[in-house]
C-alpha cells in the first residue's frame, strides 16, 4: 500500500485536527520528531488542534504534559477533550446544589468541580439517601476499587433514574507496548448492559466531538470542514468519525493500525481514509 | 404521571424543535388541532423547525405535505432531514463525474442529483464495471426489490470497498393504527452485519442532525442552546439526542410512546425528557 | 501454517460428523475426489454424518443430491439437518389442528407437513383471523416476496404472540465462487431486532444439532464424544459448536476459510481447531 | 393473568427439572415450604432435578447448601451445574500436566482440580511464562481484584491464544432484596467485547445444560422430554431454554419474574412457557 509523506498532505489544509494517542504520543512519550510537525505548521499558518477521548484529567493538564516535554505549541485552548463536552453537559443540566456521582480520580472530578459543581465518588454515597445526586458519570478508570464501586453503581442506578454519561468512549488504552487496559468506557458498556439503561456518550467517533473542535477552530480562523484534515490511528474513531463531520482523513501508522495491517483493515471495515501516512512526523 | 400543558412549556423558549412523526402527523394526517400551536409560536415569536429522519423525499417535498395540508408556516427552511446531511455528505465527498448508488425510489435519488451528483439504482448496476461508483447510499425503503437488490447491494459492497451511508436512522415506521414497515435503516442493520462493514448513519439521536437545526436557527435568532426545547415522541431518538446536545426536552404521549408505558419506559431506559405533555397542540 | 492430511488425522476415530458446504460441496458441485474419502472410511470400518445448516429441503432430499452425484454412501440416515430440529420442535409443540405459519419455498413447508402439521405460507394469511396460526417459522429465503411477506411477518408477530422457529441459524451462504446470498438466518436476525421479540434458533453451532448427530452416531455405534471429529470449513459454527460439544475438530480450508486467512482468523477469534487440513479428499 | 397450581401441572410428569435461585430458593434462604413439593413428588414418583448456573461451588457443597437446611432430598445426584459441563469440558480437551488459568475463588477452582487437573489463579501467573497454561475459565465473580486481575486477563488471553470457557451464563445475580452484583457471566462478556475472541459458555438457556440433566434424568428412568417439567422464573434462560429443548415450561412468579409484570414480559419477549404459577410450593 502507498502512503503519502503527511507533509505533501497536510500543506493544503488550513487546519489539522490531531488525535492524540498513536499520533503525537505513545506509551513512552512523545512520538519522536513530531515537535518538527508543530515547527511546520507553524511557519506555513496552519493551525491545529488536538482531540482527545480523555476525561482524567483537564486540558489545563493535558496540555502541560506537551509543554514540559518541549512541546510549547500545545496549549490550553488546542485542547478538545471528551470530558469538556461531560463538564459542559453537567454545567447546564444540574440543578444548583445536587451533586453529580463518578467513577474516576479525585483529579477527574476536579475538572467537573471547577465549573462550579457538586461531585460525589461512588464509594462515599449513602444508597439510602440519595436525594441530591442528579447525574452520574464515568470518567476514569481509576481511582477506585472496581469489584465494590461497579456493583454499588448498578444498584445505584437501579434505585434512582438519572441521567448517566460516559465521557470517554474507548473501552480500552494501551500502558505499554504490548498490554492494554480496560478503559472507563468498557466498564461502563458493563454496568449498561446489565442494568438495560441508555447512557450519554461523549468522544470520537461522535459529531459533538468533532463539533465542539470545529466551533474553537472558528474562532481563530475562518474555515470549512472540507479544509480541516483529522489526523488519526484509528479507523474506527478518528477516521470513520472524520470522515461523516465532511473532513478529510489522513490515517497515520505509528499506533493502533499497524503498516502490515492497514490494507486488511480498510477492505474489512469498509472506513476510507481520504490519505495515509507512514505517521504526522514531518522531517 | 403528571403530565404539563405545551403551551406552559414552550413559552419559555426561544425556539422550538419538532419531531415530526407522532408529533406533528400520524399515518392518518396531520395530529388535529397542531395549526394553532404554530399560530401560537408565530405569536409569541418564537421559532420552529422540524427535525425528521427522512430521505425519501426532498426538504421541498416535505414541506409542500403540510402546506397542502393547510399549514402554511411550515416551509421548506423550517424543515431539517437526515437526507439533508446525506446529500451535504455526497456534496463535499464523490468525485466529480463519478456516481453514487442507491437503494430507494427515483424521487429520493432526485434530492442527491438536484446539486449535480450522478446516482444508480442498484438494479441498473453492471457488477462486472463499477469504476465509476463510489459511494452508497440507503435512502427508501421503497421503489427496489427487496429479494434482487438487497442481495446485489451485498456483492456490490463486496466487490468494491466504498463508503456507504445510511441517510435514515430507523429500523422501522408506522403504516396505519397498528402496523409498521421496515424502514431503509433496518435494511442497512441487516446489509451491515452480513458483510461486517462500518455504515455512516445520519438521523436523530445523532449530534449531527442536531447541529443541522441549532446552524439553521443561528442564521434566524440569536439562540442558546439551552433556550430550545425539542419535541418529540421517542425517547431513544428525539430524547436522549435532544438530552445529549444540551437541549431541554419534551416527550409528548401523542405518538409512539403511550401514555400508559411512559413512565414504564422512562425508568426502564434511563433517558429523562424535562418535560412530559400530552401533545405538542395549544388550545 | 502447517496442516495435516485429512487420511492422517481421521484414521484415529470411531466416527467423523461432516459439515456440507466447503467441505463435501461448493457453489460447483461435489468437491472433486471426495468420493474417495468416504469409500476410505467404509473400508476402515469409521462411521460418518452429514452436519447442515439447511432447512429448505427434507434430509431425503439432501441426501439424493448426493447420491445423483454419484456418492451413493450419503442415505438419508446419514443426513442431520436444523430442518430436522424445527420439525421434531413442530411435532411435539404445536396442537393438533393449529397451523404453522413459514417464510420459504412450498418445499421447505412440505417437510415440516410430512409429521401431520399443517402449514401455511405468510402470503396466505388473514392478518384479522389468526385463531388458527400457532407458531411461526422462518425456513428458506427463497420462495416469498421480501418485500411484502417481510413486513406482513412483522405485522403478524406484533398482532400475535407466538413461538418463533428459526430453522437455520446461517446469515447468509455462497451463490458463486465470489457472491453470497442472504440465507433465511439473517433475514431472521433483522425480523427479531425489529419487533424485540426472542426467536428459538437451530442449527451449528448450537449444541442440540451435534446432539441431534450424536444419538443417530449412538444407533449405529457404541462411541464417546471424544472419539468422534467434526470437519468443517467455518470456525464460527463447525469449529467452536464442535469443540464445546466435546467433540475433536478439524478445519479444512476448502471452503469459507482461506489457507492464508486461517491463521490470522484463529488467532483473532480465539476458536482453536484440533487439526488443521487442507481439505477433506483422502486421495 | 390466571395461574394454575403447582400441583395440577406437575402431577401430569414424569419428571420435574427446577432452577433453584427464585424458584427453590432466594436471597434470605429456601423458599418456605418448598420443601412440601418435595415430599408430594416422593410421594407420587415424580423424578426432580435442579439445574443451576453456578460454577462457583461443586455438586457436593451446592447439594449440602439444601440438606443443612432440612431438604434431604437433594442429594448430589440431584444437582446438575453449568460448573459440571465445565469440568467436564476441561477434562476432555485439556493435555495432562498443563494449567487451566482461572478468574474465581479457590473453592471453585478445587472442583476443576477434583478431576487431576492443574489450575492457576491469573493472579499468580508469570505473564512471561505461559507454557503450560493451556485453556481459561471464568468461575466465580468472588476471590480475585477486578482491577488488576482483569486487566491481566486481558493481557494473557492477547499474548497466548487458548480456549475460554465461561462456565455461568449470567450477568448478574440477586445478594439482597433490592440489589443484585455482577455475576461472571458479565466479566466474562466485557473481556471478551474487549478483547474481540469468542468464548464458550456453559449454562442455561444452551442445550447442553438441558442433555447433562437429560441424560442423568434417563439413568433413574425412561422418560421422553416432553414429559418434563422444567420450572423456572426467567424466561430468557429457563423457560426458552426448556422449551427449545423439547420440554414443557412452567414459569413461577416468586423470583425474577413479579406478578404484576409476567404478563408484559410474556408478550414482549415471545417467550411463552406451558403454565404459570405462582410458586413451585405444594401445600
Given at each position: 500500500m502507498r502512503t503519502k509523506s503527511f507533509r505533501s498532505v497536510v500543506k493544503n489544509y488550513k487546519a489539522v485536527f490531531f488525535d492524540a494517542f498513536g499520533v503525537l504520543k505513545n506509551h513512552k512519550g512523545?512520538?519522536?520528531?513530531?515537535e518538527k510537525t508543530f515547527e511546520y505548521l507553524e511557519r506555513k499558518g496552519i493551525h491545529y488542534y488536538v482531540l482527545t477521548n480523555d476525561s482524567s484529567r483537564s486540558p489545563e493538564e493535558l496540555a502541560k504534559w506537551y509543554q514540559t516535554r518541549g512541546?510549547?505549541?500545545?496549549?490550553?485552548?488546542?485542547i478538545l477533550s471528551s470530558g469538556m463536552l461531560a463538564m459542559e453537559f453537567f454545567k447546564t443540566k444540574v440543578t444548583n446544589g445536587n451533586s453529580v456521582a463518578y467513577l474516576g480520580t479525585s483529579a477527574s472530578a476536579h475538572y467537573i468541580e471547577s465549573v462550579g459543581l457538586n461531585t460525589i465518588p461512588v464509594a462515599d454515597i449513602d444508597l439510602n439517601n440519595?436525594?441530591?445526586?442528579?447525574s452520574f458519570a464515568f470518567l476514569?478508570?481509576?481511582?477506585?476499587?472496581w469489584n465494590d464501586d461497579l456493583n454499588k453503581t448498578i444498584n445505584l442506578l437501579r434505585k434512582k433514574n438519572m441521567t448517566v454519561v460516559?465521557?470517554?468512549?474507548?473501552i480500552n488504552y494501551p500502558v505499554s507496548r504490548n498490554d492494554i487496559s480496560v478503559a472507563i468506557g468498557g466498564l461502563a458498556d458493563m454496568v449498561e448492559n446489565i442494568i438495560g439503561k441508555n447512557f450519554i456518550r461523549f468522544g470520537k467517533p461522535d459529531a459533538q466531538m468533532f463539533l465542539l473542535a470545529y466551533e474553537r477552530a472558528l474562532q481563530d480562523i475562518q474555515v470549512k470542514r472540507n479544509e480541516i484534515l483529522m489526523v488519526g490511528d484509528t479507523l474506527f474513531t478518528d477516521i470513520i468519525g472524520g470522515n461523516k463531520f465532511g473532513l478529510d482523513t489522513a490515517l497515520v501508522l505509528s499506533g493502533n493500525t499497524l503498516p502490515d495491517m492497514a490494507k486488511i483493515r480498510i477492505g474489512s471495515s469498509?472506513?476510507?481514509?481520504t490519505y495515509i501516512c507512514d505517521s504526522a512526523v514531518i522531517e
Open positions: 512523545l512520538i519522536p520528531d513530531i512541546i510549547r505549541y500545545i496549549t490550553t485552548d488546542k440519595l436525594d441530591h445526586i442528579e476514569d478508570d481509576e481511582g477506585f476499587s460516559v465521557a470517554n468512549t474507548d469498509g472506513i476510507i481514509p
